[in-house]
């Protein structure tokens, strides 16, 4: 008799475990399902403005990859590669990504330093002979951050030598200085110059040779390639642009003709720019510095994202929504949802919401666009009070 009313208890008692697990199971998927539904929905919502830009813009081509919480949500490829062939955007298409390129040369630094190779506050004297008198007291940190003073190794034209670059750098030693160590934000390629010098002395190889070993590799970044807009690289697409340079004036002024633009970056210079990549790709970067596999110490990381302050003690950078700089790094700061950027030829940008835990990767082939302002449009899709 008590077996069989025990026999009932336990019938009953897993009668109601099988209708919660049931119930439970129920609201997992209702959860999951509306999540889903979220999820494409707001993904729907990011195209369709994208689009809309690029046909306002006329962007010809371009890649968005969306990351959050070191997990990519959204990747997209969109539009045409090459304009007189049709050849559309693929996931796989190189893009130049020109000033991108100093987010690779930040972390370099900050790798040689932690190998205790260098100090970024170490003057830059002791690292590079022949050089002026009142350069001597310039630091690595200001090089980084441009914040030196220094003249520039380049004009509208490319190199202020029509001799090289060995020329040109002869040449900007005599040029004074554009303002007083530490006074002003001059954004110049001598900064960048100058730190591939250092870079290749402390690590002992090419600048190229020692950021593929300790972050491309690192991180499984292939696709990504030094060069010019007219070496043959398999998958890589031209960049375009409307502007033109007005024959008397000298400026370039937006017309309505597509050009093909030409880009030489100077193989000493590959530390300001001249990478060629995916976003994809660039994504596994940026994954990879944020999980910690390229850099040891996770204060590092600050370290190259806090904004400089200039002698006076105020702030500067691009000017409107990068309202300051880091150490190749332009900054957003704002009281709610700063973010940190890197900037590539009016056409290639990512910005990193540190405390949204968000990362948005534009990269297009049409110069003059303010990817930068597009990427913060896309942001609010997912972050809705972002620029407030």
Known sequence: MFCVKYKRVICKFDKRYIIMRTKIFILLMVLFFGNFVWSQNRKREVIDYLKKEMKEKKIPGCQLVIIRSNTILLSEALGVATVPFSTPVKKNTLFSINSISKVFTSVAIMQLQEQNKLNINDHISNYIDSIPENWKRITIKQLMSHTSGLPDIEDDKGLISNKGQDSAWLKVKKIPLQSEVGEKFNYNATNYYILQRIIEKCSGTAFEKFVRKKQFDIVKMKQVY??????????????????????????????????????????????????????????????????????????????????????????????????????GWPVIIRTNHSAVASLGGGRAAFVIYPKDNLTIILFANLTGIFPEEIIEKIAGFYVPDIGK
């Open 226 to 327: 030094y060069g010019n807009s007219y070496d043959v690289i398999e998958n890589k697409c031209p960049t375009y642009t409307y502007y033109c340079q007005d024959k008397i004036s000298g400026e370039y002024v937006k017309g309505t003709k597509l050009r093909e633009t030409y880009e030489e970056f100077p193989s000493k210079m590959i530390t300001d720019a001249g990478a060629f990549t995916t976003a994809e790709e660039m994504a596994k970067w940026i994954t990879g510095l944020q999980t910690g596999k390229l850099l040891d110490k996770n204060e590092d990381i600050g370290t190259i994202w806090e904004p400089v302050k200039l002698s006076n003690g105020s702030y500067d950078g691009f000017g409107g929504l990068l309202n300051a700089y880091a150490l």
